[in-house]
């Protein structure tokens, strides 16, 4: 009974290269979330979707970041063209329904250097 | 623009005594408060919640409590123990569906043995 599996854990890219960060929900879990903590601060909310849908993507920057769910397949984060400030850990969550915010499983993150 | 402020970055308490964690929240729409524990290359756990209809909400040895007219929350832990130690996050939401969910920056609770 697996939990939210992120991969990778760290990944290390140069300014300018693309970021693929991958999140494998819970099992029979279809909604999924991604977070992302800068140093010193709290979780801030990205995107939401569900199956092969962006339910809200208010939380991400509007230039660089797109998300997406495949009917098969992990979650995807995808940062283009990555700047320093994108130096964070990611969260993925996922929740079995769009309900009670203590419903999401978080995953372990994954940390994200920009050298 | 921080909704959700936890003023101690780092509590430290000998084992068996309580650790009080505080969290104050500036957007009266809130109105369900969680707090979630996390460990080191792990993500985040749920802990304990309360929604704003109540004032405490107890379980084992946890314990939150939500002053509304100050904005204000706290969680107890009592008796600490030393498998306490993390960082432990505030977060409040308008609803208990809401998936913009504001977290704060966390406090690193050390328990001592």
């Known amino acids: 009974n697996a939990g939210v599996m992120q991969n990778p854990r760290h990944l290390v890219r140069r300014r300018g290269q693309e970021a693929r960060l991958r999140c494998s929900p819970m099992k029979g879990h279809s909604h999924v979330y991604w977070y992302r903590q800068l140093p010193e601060e709290g979780l801030k909310f990205m995107v939401y979707?569900?199956?092969?849908?962006?339910?809200?993507e208010s939380g991400m920057p509007k230039e660089r970041f797109s998300a997406e769910f495949p009917k098969e397949g992990p979650s995807i984060l995808r940062i283009q063209q990555v700047v320093r400030g994108d130096s964070a850990a990611y969260f993925c969550a996922s929740s079995p329904w769009e309900g009670s915010s203590y419903e999401q499983y978080f995953g372990p993150g994954t940390r994200l250097t920009v050298t | 623009d921080q909704q959700v402020k936890q003023n101690s970055p780092s509590l430290s308490v000998q084992e068996g005594r309580i650790s009080i964690l505080n969290c104050d929240y500036t957007?009266?729409?809130?109105?369900?408060f969680l707090w979630y524990k996390k460990y080191p290359a792990e993500g985040p756990t749920f802990l304990i919640s309360i929604s704003s209809i109540k004032d405490k909400n107890e379980d084992g040895r946890f314990t939150v409590f939500l002053n509304k007219s100050a904005k204000h929350l706290s969680l107890h832990i009592v008796p600490s123990q030393p498998g306490d130690s993390a960082v432990y996050f505030c977060a409040a939401s308008v609803g208990t569906g809401g998936f913009k969910t504001i977290f704060g920056a966390g406090t690193r609770l050390f328990v001592k043995a």
């Open positions: 957007n009266s729409m809130f109105d369900y």
């Open positions: 979707l569900q199956k092969e849908n962006i339910i809200d």
